[in-house]
């Protein structure tokens, strides 16, 4: 099957120190086909998302070097790639698009541990797709800049218009002032990044967030 044109244009990008996951190979981490892999993932879980009413879109900022760089779904790492997949019951290959063993990021742990808590349709993004690094550094990772965010506001946009959600729910302030500024149309909530010290605000935000949807009952704090 192709990919979806949305894919396809996010895999036609290119920007000055910046890796696409969909058209780039890093040469130190992946396997030969890695790019076309990734484009067929995002592309498979794409058209299942688009079929049914969906709850929300969780935005984050970029892509990260341990994260969405070696997976190219965002929010999500290499531990959590194939529950991503199974939530929208999408088969992906048996080899993942890296070599070696399965790299973990912290963000996506702590996205993933309420997520794997909740029973509704939710599709994760960032308000710039492409993973951006320092110059001469690609396993670093910096905030994007204007110029890619003005790209990155208007593939949301597509996106939105594409998937209907109900709601954005964006992670982190600078999402959150993205989101707040460029979509009228749907709510838009804003809570911490569970990085440097949020984790737990993230987690209690997100819980009374889903309250009803929560399937599994656990101690968070």
């Not at 892509?63 to 999500?76: C, E, S």
């Not at 790299?103 to 993933?112: G, K, L, M, Q, Y």
């Not at 990085?195 to 009952?217: C, D, H, N, P, W």
């Amino acid at each position: 099957m192709k990919n979806h044109p949305f894919v396809v244009r996010l895999a036609s990008l290119h920007f000055e120190d910046c890796f696409n996951p969909y058209s780039d190979r890093c040469e130190v981490h992946d396997r030969w086909d890695a790019p076309r892999r990734r484009a067929a993932a995002l592309s498979s879980i794409l058209r299942r998302a688009i079929e049914e009413p969906v709850d929300a879109i969780w935005i984050g900022r970029d892509l990260g070097y341990r994260g969405g760089r070696r997976t190219g779904l965002a929010l999500t790492d290499e531990v959590h790639v194939c529950e991503y997949a199974r939530r929208w019951d999408v088969t992906l290959k048996t080899e993942r698009p890296t070599i070696g063993n399965a790299v973990a990021e912290r963000t996506a742990a702590v996205i993933w541990g309420m997520l794997e808590q909740i029973d509704a349709r939710i599709f994760l993004w960032n308000v710039f797709p492409l993973h951006p690094h320092e110059p001469g550094s690609p396993f670093t990772n910096r905030q994007h800049k204007a110029s890619e965010r003005r790209v990155g506001e208007e593939l949301l946009l597509e996106l939105i218009s594409l998937l209907q959600p109900a709601r954005i729910v964006a992670v982190g302030n600078d999402a959150a002032a993205v989101a707040s500024r460029i979509i009228d149309s749907i709510p838009v909530i804003s809570v911490r990044h569970p990085s440097y010290g949020g984790q737990t605000q993230f987690q209690r935000q997100i819980s009374e967030l889903y309250m009803g949807a929560m399937v599994k009952a656990r101690s968070l704090f």
